[in-house]
T-cell receptor, first 112, second 116 residues
């Protein structure tokens, strides 16, 4: 089966940089995605890595290393509004190719 | 632009009562549709997905069922609710062009269900 593990909670201060890790066990997948979910709200798409390496979108960057079965989301210049849960997700090979498997989620608390 | 609607926003139901949650998508055709459940402080559990009208795949054996009577309508139902059915139910859609289109899912605002 597939599983994606994330730290349950991360705390950082405003203006700092934080990295949220995602380690996975899956036989193969098309790419790694990241979603943000504010308390009580719907998840929203942040980024997608189809290939190994770093993808940058403004203050957020996402990294994938298939050889290490590992990825991360990097948030720079943290703001209070970045306090939210963050989920990694993969679309596995085989079977139905249109479903995502989500990670366990990381609750990020940004403090003043 | 595309939008996704879910209703009701919140629902309190007694154990043993039926359930019907509705999700509709606007501004796109032939989307993939998904139902997720999220327990408090937990991750997203995929319940059902659909690639077309009348085509439903179930991910987890449970007390729920899904139907897709129209291209952009997805319904989650139960004949008799259990306490364990409480949670935050999210509907989502994705495109069908392949590649990155499959990896980005767009979520509705969700329905918070409490079974008492």
């Amino acid at each position: 089966g597939q599983s994606l593990e994330q730290p349950s909670e991360v705390t950082a201060v405003e203006g700092a940089i934080v990295q949220i890790n995602c380690t996975y066990q899956t036989s193969g997948f098309y790419g790694l995605s990241w979603y943000q979910q504010h308390d009580g709200g719907a998840p929203t798409f942040l980024s997608y890595n189809a290939l190994d390496g770093l993808e940058e979108t403004g203050r957020f960057s996402s990294f994938l290393s298939r050889s290490d079965s590992y990825g991360y989301l990097l948030l720079q210049e943290l703001q209070m509004k970045d306090s939210a849960s963050y989920f990694c997700a993969v679309r596995p090979y085989g079977g139905a190719t249109n479903k995502l498997i989500f990670g366990t989620g990381t609750l990020l608390a940004v403090q003043p | 632009s595309q939008t996704i609607h879910q209703w009701p926003a919140t629902l309190v139901q007694p154990v043993g009562s039926p359930l019907s949650l509705e999700c509709t998508v606007e501004g796109t055709s032939n989307p993939n549709l998904y139902w997720y459940r999220q327990a408090a402080g937990r991750g997203l559990q995929l319940l059902f997905y659909s690639v077309g009208i009348g085509q439903i795949s179930s991910e987890v054996p449970q007390n729920l069922s899904a139907s897709r009577p129209q291209d952009r309508q997805f319904i989650l139902s139960s004949k008799k609710l259990l306490l364990s059915d409480s949670g935050f139910y999210l509907c989502a859609w994705s495109g069908r062009s392949g590649g990155a289109d499959y990896n980005e899912q767009f979520f509705g605002p969700g329905t918070r269900l409490t079974v008492l």
